[in-house]
């Protein structure tokens, strides 16, 4: 409610005002004088009779030359008053009152309020709102509006100029949910990084693809392509290297050759090996290995176990000596001449031992 004034504002009523009226018209064009008063503005006015008798009354609303007043204001007692009595807006006690009360609430006020032109907040600002119920902050330069924010649900929301399109949502949880891209000068670190679109690091030269593909100079270009390639390359090492079967050998096994360097694994699990061009024998395994057959190429002479001795091998007298696979022949001994019935020069004995494996 806002008292106003008016400077020599005074003129005489038009019609009899009774103690308990609560209109009163003054002459007519008359009412010009007194302030235009808006929903809750009052003009304070004193009636003078004749006599010097006098009531102020508060006027709350006027129309042209015709008044709503509240009677008997400021102490004063309600009167009966005859038409060409006077009717003036004059400075009464209440006036200064109202002064001191609008000055008092400012001051009361002076350090709750931000200044338009700029201020320093040292508490915490608090924008409440009943309709709507989230109320907007508005960011405007030169007169122009740029962005709109709001709170939602325990958040915060950053709409676009038009207030039509939603550019990024802040939850009460943190998570950000942006509506265009995210650019980022240094680390984004903490928890999910969900994005609908391609992610960039290194300015833009680097990305991970809605698909899951990557680009990046490292690679040469897309990730995908960079293993492709590297796996067809193995592939074709691969198939150059792929066991190739001797048809010369029939069933015998497979042959994986590098120049004079060879393996040769046959169909009863024997494995042999070529080195520079020189076979090196059998590696056998302990289910098919048979001492009495064969032997490991490395294998040795049993210097400890049996050995036999056979002959003599001479003229007249024994002429062939045979000794079997695994014996092999460990040393001789030539006989000495004792007489034409018993050993005899240039008679030899061959001695044997068999092959263990080392």
């Given at each position: 409610?806002?008292?106003?004034?008016?400077?020599?504002?005074?003129?005489?009523?038009?019609?009899?005002?009774?103690?308990?009226?609560?209109?009163?018209?003054?002459?007519?064009?008359?009412?010009?004088?007194?302030?235009?008063?808006?929903?809750?503005?009052?003009?304070?006015?004193?009636?003078?009779?004749?006599?010097?008798?006098?009531?102020?009354?508060?006027?709350?609303?006027?129309?042209?030359?015709?008044?709503?007043?509240?009677?008997?204001?400021?102490?004063?007692?309600?009167?009966?008053?005859?038409?060409?009595?006077?009717?003036?807006?004059?400075?009464?006690?209440?006036?200064?009152?109202?002064?001191?009360?609008?000055?008092?609430?400012?001051?009361?006020?002076?350090?709750?309020?931000?200044?338009?032109?700029?201020?320093?907040?040292?508490?915490?600002?608090?924008?409440?709102?009943?309709?709507?119920?989230?109320?907007?902050?508005?960011?405007?330069?030169?007169?122009?509006?740029?962005?709109?924010?709001?709170?939602?649900?325990?958040?915060?929301?950053?709409?676009?100029?038009?207030?039509?399109?939603?550019?990024?949502?802040?939850?009460?949880?943190?998570?950000?949910?942006?509506?265009?891209?995210?650019?980022?000068?240094?680390?984004?670190?903490?928890?999910?990084?969900?994005?609908?679109?391609?992610?960039?690091?290194?300015?833009?030269?680097?990305?991970?693809?809605?698909?899951?593909?990557?680009?990046?100079?490292?690679?040469?270009?897309?990730?995908?392509?960079?293993?492709?390639?590297?796996?067809?390359?193995?592939?074709?090492?691969?198939?150059?290297?792929?066991?190739?079967?001797?048809?010369?050998?029939?069933?015998?096994?497979?042959?994986?050759?590098?120049?004079?360097?060879?393996?040769?694994?046959?169909?009863?699990?024997?494995?042999?090996?070529?080195?520079d061009g020189s076979y090196q024998g059998y590696m056998w395994t302990s289910g098919n290995f048979n001492p009495g057959a064969k032997a490991n190429y490395d294998a040795m002479p049993d210097t400890v176990g049996t050995q036999i001795e056979i002959g003599p091998a001479s003229r007249p007298g024994t002429g062939a000596i045979d000794a079997g696979s695994p014996w092999v022949m460990c040393g001789i001994r030539v006989g000495n001449w004792v007489g034409p019935s018993a050993d005899s020069a240039g008679s030899i004995y061959p001695r044997f031992t068999s092959i263990r494996q080392r």
């Amino acid at each position: 409610m806002a008292q106003k004034w008016a400077n020599n504002a005074t003129t005489t009523l038009a019609t009899d005002l009774a103690p308990g009226a609560l209109s009163m018209s003054v002459l007519p064009g008359a009412g010009v004088k007194f302030p235009t008063l808006a929903a809750g503005d009052f003009v304070q006015i004193t009636l003078i009779k004749a006599n010097g008798s006098l009531e102020i009354v508060r006027a709350t609303a006027k129309t042209n030359d015709t008044f709503t007043i509240a009677r008997a204001q400021e102490g004063t007692q309600a009167l009966q008053f005859l038409a060409g009595e006077r009717v003036e807006a004059r400075w009464t006690a209440i006036s200064p009152q109202t002064l001191q009360a609008a000055i008092d609430a400012a001051s009361a006020l002076a350090g709750t309020k931000v200044a338009k032109s700029g201020d320093t907040m040292t508490g915490d600002l608090y924008i409440r709102a009943t309709s709507p119920a989230s109320p907007w902050i508005h960011l405007c330069a030169d007169g122009y509006v740029f962005t709109h924010i709001r709170a939602a649900n325990g958040g915060m929301e950053w709409y676009n100029s038009a207030i039509n399109a939603r550019n990024m949502l802040l939850d009460d949880a943190g998570t950000i949910t942006n509506r265009g891209g995210v650019y980022a000068g240094g680390r984004i670190q903490g928890g999910d990084l969900l994005s609908n679109g391609i992610v960039y690091s290194g300015g833009g030269a680097s990305q991970l693809t809605p698909d899951g593909n990557v680009y990046g100079s490292a690679w040469g270009g897309y990730l995908s392509n960079w293993l492709n390639n590297q796996l067809a390359a193995k592939q074709n090492d691969i198939n150059n290297r792929t066991p190739i079967r001797n048809a010369g050998w029939n069933n015998y096994g497979y042959v994986v050759t590098n120049s004079v360097n060879s393996m040769q694994i046959w169909w009863d699990g024997r494995v042999q090996v070529q080195v520079d061009g020189s076979y090196q024998g059998y590696m056998w395994t302990s289910g098919n290995f048979n001492p009495g057959a064969k032997a490991n190429y490395d294998a040795m002479p049993d210097t400890v176990g049996t050995q036999i001795e056979i002959g003599p091998a001479s003229r007249p007298g024994t002429g062939a000596i045979d000794a079997g696979s695994p014996w092999v022949m460990c040393g001789i001994r030539v006989g000495n001449w004792v007489g034409p019935s018993a050993d005899s020069a240039g008679s030899i004995y061959p001695r044997f031992t068999s092959i263990r494996q080392r």
